[in-house]
């Protein structure tokens, strides 16, 4: 009986596996935050896209030249939109782009030429082209963890707005 007790004091007191047990509690843990930082790393990249291909969207809204009428020009503006979505690496199709013409909201009907805002230089006209554009980023890392634990992770909206200054002669006001 003394040696039994003598075996089990050993095993009680024995470190061996502590490191193993330690490893296992802290791993999930620690693999939860190296996998958020990598999401976050992709929304930022995401959101990048999304803010330059709103800021080229309205570079093209802006050009005088460009398009001979307003439908062409929004239809123009979406392409540009769309080829950099594609080309940041993005589904041009889980995008929303909204381009609105004033300074105000958006209207139900989109017109290219806007309210004309006369600026403090005389015989200059300044028009605001406002572009946005919407883009919804799934969570594939952060959302399948989650899932184990009876939950769910949508996706996140990606939103950026681009305002350029059309400024031409007075004559064209």
């Known amino acids: 009986m003394a ?5 089990l004091r050993r095993f009680v007191r024995a470190q061996s596996g502590a490191e193993l047990i330690e490893f296992a509690l802290t791993l999930p843990l620690m693999l939860l935050v190296v996998l958020g930082m990598i999401e976050f790393g992709f929304l930022f990249q995401q959101y990048e896209v999304v803010t330059n291909a709103a800021r080229e969207g ?7 030249t460009y398009s001979p009428t307003a439908a062409a020009a929004e239809a123009n503006v979406k392409t540009r ?11 041009s199709s889980s995008s929303v782009t909204t381009i609105c013409g004033g300074g105000g909201g958006c209207p139900g009907n989109w017109q290219f030429i806007p309210e004309t805002i006369v ?4 015989g200059l006209c300044v028009s605001v082209f406002p ?14 963890i989650i899932r184990y634990f009876g939950l769910t992770f949508g996706t996140v909206t990606l939103k950026a707005t ?4 059309n400024e031409v002669p007075a004559s064209s006001c």
């Open 162 to 165: 681009a305002r350029m200054r």
């Open 3 to 7: 040696a039994l007790i003598r075996l």
């Open 119 to 122: 600026a403090g230089t005389p």
């Open 131 to 144: 572009v946005t554009v919407q883009y919804l980023h799934p969570v594939p890392f952060l959302g399948g």
């Open 58 to 64: 309205a570079r093209i809204a802006v050009l005088p």
């Open 81 to 91: 939109i769309n080829q950099y979505l594609s080309a940041g690496g993005l589904d």
